[in-house]
T-cell receptor, first 114, second 114 residues
Framework: GDSVTQMEGPVTLSEEAFLTINCTYT??????LFWYVQYPGEGLQLLLK?????DKGSNKGFEATYRKETTSFHLEKGSVQVSDSAVYFC?????????????FGSGTRLSIRP | DGGITQSPKYLFRKEGQNVTLSCEQN?????MYWYRQDPGQGLRLIYY???????QKGDIAEGYSVSREKKESFPLTVTSAQKNPTAFYLC?????????????FGPGTRLLVL
């Protein structure tokens, strides 16, 4: 079935470092792809989204490009801040369902050192 | 402000007890969802509802029950049949419940067993 695989954490970086969190997926068809962020003790917030191949989602300095040829949706940011410390989830829409079901990866914890 | 509220923030359950988690949204969304999050893992879908008075089982529905009597409300009951209920429970909603939609999350309820 459809699935999402993202790099295991925790990932620890210094402030202003470049960030990449890898995400690959397995799906039939062309699902929508998402990155959600979860700050400590809170629910998930949508960070960015892409709905078709070669689309680039971007928000708050984060970017991810929908790569059909490599089935990837890697999250990048050029200069991270301490406030970016959180858990990041890659996800895809389940096209086998008529409902808006989303399949989530296991999450990557990011810690940024001042 | 529009959003999703969940209560309580923390909930304690005794052995053999049923407990109910509240989820309310004022976004005028048709679809609502319940997820379970265990430490270091992604989200797993418990139940979802695309319209009032109708709901569907997700991937891990055993030991849980829901109702959808009003568009704004989607309470989740954790029954005594759920043998490992300790987890973080997240409620979400989306506009129409169609494939590819973004889901919006509440702040979550943490359930602990005494």
């Amino acid at each position: 079935g459809d699935s999402v695989t993202q790099m295991e954490g925790p990932v620890t970086l210094s402030e202003e470092a470049f960030l990449t969190i890898n995400c690959t997926y397995t799906a039939t068809g062309y699902p929508s792809l998402f990155w959600y962020v979860q700050y400590p003790g809170e629910g998930l917030q949508l960070l960015l989204k892409a709905t078709k191949a070669d689309d680039k989602g971007s928000n708050k300095g984060f970017e991810a490009t929908y790569r059909k040829e490599t089935t990837s949706f890697h999250l990048e940011k050029g200069s991270v801040q301490v406030s970016d410390s959180a858990v990041y989830f890659c996800a895809l829409s389940d096209l086998k369902s008529s409902a808006s079901k989303i399949i989530f990866g296991s999450g990557t914890r990011l810690s940024i050192r001042p | 402000d529009g959003g999703i509220t969940q209560s309580p923030k923390y909930l304690f359950r005794k052995e053999g007890q049923n407990v109910t988690l509240s989820c309310e949204q004022n976004l005028n969304h048709d679809a609502m969802y319940w997820y379970r999050q265990d430490p270091g893992q992604g989200l797993r879908l418990i139940y979802y509802s695309q319209i009032v008075n109708d709901f569907q089982k997700g991937d891990i529905a055993e030991g849980y029950s829901v109702s959808r009597e009003k568009k704004e409300s989607f309470p989740l009951t954790v029954t005594s049949a759920q043998k490992n209920p300790t987890a973080f429970y997240l409620c979400a909603s989306s506009i129409a419940g169609t494939s590819g939609e973004t889901q919006y999350f509440g702040p979550g309820t943490r359930l602990l067993v005494l």
